[in-house]
């Protein structure tokens, strides 16, 4: 009797999933879910890695009791956390009566955010779960009027809710890569339906708008936007720091193991063009400590920027003060990017383009790499996987001037073709709100 009731009750599920995807998704979804989430715990735990945001992502959290106004963005990670930084800004102003909810997927996404929204967005917390009960006790608590996910996550339960509750829901920055564009190609029947349900979907290139409505998304509601992480701007400080008459390499953000490999490429440079000079900027002052013994084994002047040296007299400047690097890079020749001869997944190479300054950086760059796939299409941005490569490029830049113009042309190009996303995405809410 027992088995006839499973049998019954799977067939009943195979009619009905067959008019509906989403009953299938969910039914499935929500059994493997509650079958190995105890595993995936046991598992965390006994690697050694602590459970972050796993209350919230089930829905357990306190009602933060945020009212009817309320925009939310979604960042599953550091580089979407990022780019959204002066959108997310720019909406708090613009929208003052409105709650700010920012949520991310990652606990990396989430120190980020908290780093950098603490004074701006009004609540903090994790994405949930793609599982009915988890949105649902989610979205009754969180209560949005319009959603923005960064780039493309698609989940088919939360945009169902957002329907069914009529909460407008967008994707902004949208973009695909080739890999995941051959999966949801492959399920179109299903994504189809899920992306029918967007209000909007905006794409950072065309490419990625035909991507997109290949595999369902509604052509007449799915558009280009460009690149939110391009809305960076200029400094208006003016550096001095005695760079004229000398072509300046910036180091920036440099972690433990790259300074060894920037200062012994700038020696063997400086030794052949004696108007080249080094600006390092470690990522974190404290590490000063071992790098400056490297720089006396090298034989090589170095003053600290704090102290208020300059290059008319040294080699290297270290720039130890904090908040000033963006700034610096008004000043260089060119930039290598650091966080990308290691596990850090790169920096962001922007605050150089935006001067219209090329850049190198290593081959970690999982925090941008959209932004170094687009440079790197041109000779604004080179990605080296070695430091005997890193010092060929450096090499390229200093000797031959007219392949250097080229790249410092190409970096405003980008620019120039990739700004105003922000714009797009403040008029999208203005229409809706």
């Given at each position: 009797m027992v088995t006839y009731s499973i049998i019954l009750f799977l067939l009943l599920i195979?009619?009905?999933?067959?008019?509906?995807?989403?009953?299938?998704?969910?039914?499935?979804?929500?059994?493997?879910?509650v079958v190995l989430l105890p595993f995936y715990y046991l598992v965390r735990v006994c690697n050694g890695k602590f459970l972050y945001g796993w209350k919230e992502k089930l829905g357990f959290f306190r009602n933060p009791k945020l009212g009817d106004k309320v925009i939310m963005y979604h960042g599953v990670s550091v580089g979407e956390v990022i780019a959204l930084e002066n959108v997310i800004k720019r909406t708090k102003v613009e929208f003052p009566e409105y709650k700010l909810v920012v949520t991310t997927g990652t606990k990396t996404g989430q120190d980020i955010a908290k780093k950098k929204y603490a004074e701006v967005a009004d609540y903090i917390t994790y994405f949930p779960f793609d599982i009915p009960f988890c949105v649902h006790s989610f979205l009754?608590?969180?209560n949005p009027t319009v959603v923005l996910i960064a780039e493309t996550e698609l989940w088919p339960v939360f945009s169902y809710f957002c329907e069914a509750r009529d909460i407008h829901l967008y994707?902004?920055?949208?973009?695909?890569?080739?890999?995941t564009f051959k999966l949801y190609k492959m399920l179109s029947f299903f994504f189809s339906a899920v992306l029918s349900k967007y209000t909007k979907i905006l794409t950072q290139s065309e490419i990625d708008r035909e991507k997109l409505v290949s595999v369902g998304a509604p052509e007449d509601r799915t558009f280009v936007m460009k690149n939110l992480k391009f809305?960076?701007?200029k400094?208006?400080?003016?550096?001095?720091?005695?760079?004229?008459?000398?072509?300046?390499?910036?180091?920036?953000?440099?972690?433990?193991?790259?300074?060894?490999i920037v200062l012994d490429i700038f020696k063997e440079k400086r030794e052949k063009y004696s108007d080249l000079k080094l600006l390092l900027v470690p990522r974190h002052t404290t590490r000063l400590p071992q790098i400056t013994p490297i720089i006396d084994s090298l034989g090589l002047s170095y003053g600290f920027r704090s102290k208020e040296d300059t290059f008319k007299n040294k080699d290297i400047v270290i720039l130890d003060t904090m908040g000033e690097l963006s700034k610096m890079y008004s000043i260089c020749s060119f930039a290598f990017i650091g966080g990308s001869f290691n596990k850090t997944g790169g920096h962001n190479p922007l605050e150089a383009t935006v001067y219209s300054k090329p850049t190198i950086t290593g081959p970690s760059i999982h925090n941008f790499r959209d932004?170094?796939?687009?440079?790197?299409?041109?000779?604004?941005g080179k990605i080296v996987?070695?430091?005997?490569?890193?010092?060929?490029y450096v090499e390229k830049l200093l000797s031959d001037n007219g392949y250097y113009m080229q790249a410092c042309k190409d970096?405003?190009?980008?620019?120039?073709?990739?700004?105003?996303?922000l714009d797009v995405v403040i008029n999208e809410l203005k229409e809706i709100l």
């Open positions: 195979l009619i009905i999933s067959l008019f509906n995807e989403l009953f299938l998704y969910c039914f499935i979804s929500t059994v493997v879910f009754s608590k969180v994707t902004i920055n949208g973009r695909m890569s080739d890999s809305d960076v701007k400094s208006e400080e003016t550096v001095d720091i005695g760079q004229e008459g000398y072509r300046v390499m910036i180091a920036g953000s440099t972690h433990k193991g790259e300074d060894e932004i170094y796939w687009l440079l790197s299409q041109s000779t604004a996987k070695t430091p005997a490569e890193f010092s060929e970096c405003e190009t980008i620019f120039q073709d990739q700004q105003g996303a």
